[in-house]
């Protein structure tokens, strides 16, 4: 297996950035990772807290403990800042993870037949 589809494989199947890391380019496989890592952090710590709400909700007796009065809670969309902020994170993480796929393909190959790429 060539040097290219390793370091994509890793950045497909593990985090943003391994790949690079693998070919020794450890700025930018470190500016993927932390912008793949804030974004995910984002992203899980907003689900945390809407689960702990619709528990709280569910322990104050405001919602009956129903799978579908709990369902249709957690289906509800978050609105205003926190849908807005929800958005750039889950955008920044796949667009991280896209770049960090195909930019270490190219970095790989690039190093596969004698060249330097930067990063």
Same mark, same amino acid.
């Given at each position: $297996?060539?040097? *290219? $589809?390793?370091?994509? #494989?890793?950045?497909?199947?593990?985090? &943003?950035?391994? !790949?690079?890391?693998? /070919?020794?380019?450890?700025?930018a496989?470190?500016? /993927?990772? =932390?912008?793949?890592? +804030?974004?995910?952090?984002? +992203?899980?710590?907003? $689900?945390?807290?809407?689960?702990?709400q619709? *528990?709280?909700?569910?322990?104050?007796?405001?919602?009956? #403990?129903?799978?579908?009065?709990?369902?249709? /809670?957690?289906?509800?969309? &978050?609105? %205003?800042?926190?849908?807005?902020?929800?958005?750039?994170? @889950?955008?920044?993480?796949?667009?991280? @993870?896209?770049?960090?796929?195909?930019?270490?393909?190219?970095? !790989?190959?690039?190093? %596969?037949? !004698? %060249? +330097? *790429? =930067? !990063?």
């Amino acid at each position: $297996m060539s040097k *290219a $589809m390793k370091a994509s #494989l890793l950045s497909v199947l593990i985090f &943003p950035g391994v !790949g690079h890391f693998f /070919l020794k380019k450890y700025i930018a496989g470190t500016l /993927l990772a =932390g912008a793949a890592f +804030v974004s995910l952090y984002l +992203v899980i710590s907003r $689900m945390v807290e809407r689960a702990l709400q619709i *528990a709280d909700k569910i322990e104050r007796g405001e919602v009956q #403990l129903d799978v579908a009065a709990i369902t249709e /809670l957690i289906s509800r969309q &978050p609105t %205003g800042t926190d849908a807005l902020l929800l958005r750039i994170a @889950w955008i920044v993480l796949i667009v991280s @993870w896209l770049i960090g796929i195909v930019d270490s393909y190219r970095v !790989g190959r690039s190093q %596969g037949n !004698g %060249g +330097v *790429a =930067g !990063g």
